[in-house]
């Protein structure tokens, strides 16, 4: 790819990637470290670089290269690239500037108000946020001819190529086998003695135990960094890669497993090519492939017997008072528990996916009207108590648990478990070319894994979207099946 | 000032200091969080943002705007802002944006060039960045019309109407009576006692007295920070003010001052009036004035008896086994000991000017011409034997210790000295006006200080320069006589 019209257009193209990190380090800064008083002045920068990274991805000279590109004769990769390209042209020339600029403003201010509504557990502080993030969606959708099909649009700028329909259909299926297996494991568990009540893990030694776990599995240090926020992310680009936790000294392993899965997103970004940053070439596949690697990381691999094997000595090192009475398998018990719980964030592996569900099809009825915002409190209780079996009692627990409304990441939870199915059909790939894998984990090596995540899935960038991928990867169309066989092998 | 014409000049000079803020954002982030190889990006992120920071600065709209204003009538505060905007829009529009875009790049990999070539005290690491700066700084000088008058161009941008000429002719004065009079207090302090042996102060404990101590002085957490950096720095505007500082545990007297001088920068931000950002009334008057609150908060206030009558109980209760051999009067001497070193940032307030005068005049003459690049490591150790009395073993401790020339900042050493000048001239009219001061301090209260420096100095932004403010504010020229009074008070 050399020619000298592709080499300019990944100019441009370089640039508004460049001004696309400046703006996710404002964000990273603003979860991270921003002073209480400071958001309004944050507010002011973000929609100054949104303005700015959108007049530098509609530059008139990026259209002028793509029409002279799409009459030539082009390789697969510059093709793909051009694809994506004209994409993200069409969707920048297509957005008014105001808007792009009042969107940003609304982002940062939401997320405020998201933050004081759940710290109050009042939804009403969060109502009128939503109610104009719905519109903006709305606006949005429609600017880029998806009048109609507001909610295709916001999950097709997450995963290019999937619809709600298709969706749906997934997590039908996935709801036939997995409504009532939950059930039953759930049963299960209720006849198992109490958890573990953990109590006095300091934060410093989680934090230290943390990095020495995130560094085995791969992450570079040197390209990134781990940090505390009220809400775990990961954001920036392969070259600066900024992921998040949060401790509490009784609960050491939410933070773990948090750090793990946004590790696992990381590597991701760690492993895009780096001279292709802005094009299709060194960006993700979409945000379900994205959660394949995170989830993969943090289940697959973080909650397997081989991971515990290598590091459940370094842990209790590390915590020798508050371990000593837990025997192995216990604490194995403990890493896999199943117990129906209010927060996603903090659910098992085999009712996550319920929580996905729920915001799914919550979603899906805000965007086709049959949901008001002020319902919303109440759908959310309703589907709770039908889908997971608990009733919150304080929004906090329920609908103002999350953070993705209050910037209008509508459309992105469904995902989490699309992620969670290409995670499962990408573990037993590996596991059939190398089934020695979790021997690996027992020895403290996940560098195999890496690198065959690596070449399959993070140099391939944005060459496939995610059904592709899974596709050209493991053999077979994305499906529930992997991940309900998994879920069955791990807590049947 | 409601007129339509200025009301739109204020919002184009907003969105230029909004951008600015994003700038001095990635320049805070890059010496507190960024990984080790993420200093590429950065240098492009920061390019990016100086090349659109400069261009929304020389926008037509602000020429057309400032041509409209300069022909009528205006108060004496719409003078004010046409008169610096003009300043900047002439500054911005005569600097091409190729020159904008590799100065910015510069900076950002000179700031690395010369971490490295301090951690490894090689000098000939960092000899091609300094080069390159000279240049750099030669050819802007150039564009604006300064040819032949390089350094005071260099030392007009930091302090307006201030020149070479000007600050030879105080430091000279300085000097006739300073060389002698540290000669004598360093004769003294010899033969006193030695000093106190500091050992195990935990850096958390600093942290929180620091926080303590600056919280007190009036430093609003709610609208900024403090955190750690190879070199302290204040940065950020009055919404979201950024500091740092560095602990040792056998230091913490260091980490201490360097907090509450960068309290005292902080504190003139948080004092300016935010609705006025961006425009003269909203800004520093220039760094000497800067350098005047930074260093009046750390050594009048500081060092002072008042001061530490309030603040020994605390620090000692923080630090019990640490100080309990530590009479009151071995504290106080141990705060204000005066001791020749070769570091400007370790240096007491006596020898501090003297460190402030070698650099004045090392600049002078690479900018005249009559010192070499390579000759600088042997220039500044002769220059450091003969003010000093010191020689630096290690570039480290010579050329090498400061980070201002590794992105082009020549001419804002002389601000420091020209600082101490106004701060002792600042802090006897405050005297005259409240004789009480010290015992304010005695009882923790430094609210009347902060309330007169807020009316006379912060509110007033950039309505007079340095030159002009201290005649307003004290009746008298800027001149080092207050300044060698307060030494010769307190040390003599």
């Not at 973080?302 to 025997?327: H, I, L």
Request: aromatic share 10%.
């Amino acid at each position: 790819m050399s020619s000298a019209t592709m080499d300019e257009l990944r100019q441009w193209l370089r640039r508004a990637f460049t001004l696309d990190t400046v703006g996710q380090l404002l964000g990273w800064d603003e979860q991270v470290n921003l002073p209480a008083a400071s958001a309004d002045q944050r507010g002011e920068q973000q929609a100054a670089i949104a303005e700015l990274q959108h007049a530098a991805a509609k530059a008139p000279r990026i259209g002028e290269l793509l029409t002279a590109l799409e009459g030539e004769t082009l390789s697969a990769d510059e093709a793909a690239v051009v694809k994506q390209a004209r994409r993200d042209f069409d969707r920048a020339t297509k957005l008014p500037v105001e808007f792009v600029r009042e969107k940003a403003q609304q982002g940062s201010r939401g997320y405020h108000a998201w933050a004081e509504a759940r710290a109050k557990a009042d939804f009403g502080l969060y109502a009128a946020v939503l109610e104009r993030n719905l519109d903006l969606a709305r606006r949005e959708a429609a600017y880029l001819g998806w009048a109609g099909r507001e909610y295709d649009y916001m999950i097709d700028k997450h995963d290019p190529g999937l619809s709600a329909a298709r969706i749906g259909a997934l997590f039908a299926e996935l709801k036939r086998e997995l409504v009532p297996f939950a059930r039953e494991v759930v049963a299960a568990a209720r006849r198992e003695p109490a958890g573990l009540a953990w109590r006095g893990f300091a934060v410093e030694a989680q934090q230290e135990f943390l990095r020495e776990v995130t560094e085995r599995l791969g992450f570079d240090y040197e390209r990134g960094r781990i940090d505390v926020s009220l809400h775990p992310f990961c954001s920036g680009s392969g070259d600066d890669v900024r992921m998040t936790t949060r401790f509490k000294d009784d609960e050491p392993l939410d933070s773990l497993f948090s750090a793990i899965h946004e590790t696992g997103h990381g590597l991701y970004e760690q492993g895009l090519t780096r001279a292709d940053f802005g094009t299709a070439l060194g960006m993700a596949a979409g945000m379900a492939a994205h959660e394949s690697q995170s989830r993969l990381w943090e289940n697959q691999v973080g909650r397997s017997r081989g991971f515990w094997r290598f590091f459940e000595p370094r842990w209790r090192e590390r915590f020798p008072a508050q371990t000593a009475g837990v025997t192995s398998e216990a604490l194995y018990r403990a890493i896999n528990a199943v117990a129906p719980t209010l927060i996603r964030v903090d659910a098992d592996e085999v009712t996550y996916n319920l929580h996905i569900v729920l915001r799914f099809e919550i979603e899906r009825r805000l965007f086709d009207g049959s949901l008001a915002v002020r319902d919303l409190p109440a759908a959310w209780n309703a589907a709770s108590a039908e889908l997971i079996g608990l009733t919150p009692t304080s929004d906090r627990d329920g609908v103002l648990q999350d953070v993705h409304w209050s910037d209008g990441s509508f459309g992105y939870f469904p995902s989490y478990t699309l992620g969670n199915m290409m995670a499962a059909q990408l573990w037993y790939r590996a596991l059939a070319e190398r089934p020695a894998l979790e021997a690996d984990f027992a020895r403290g090596e996940f560098g195999w894994l890496l690198q065959w995540l690596r070449t399959q899935v993070h140099a391939q960038g944005r060459r496939f979207d995610a059904l592709e991928l899974t596709q050209r990867v493991t053999g077979e169309e994305l499906s529930p099946r992997a991940l309900v066989r998994y879920l069955r092998e791990r807590y049947g």
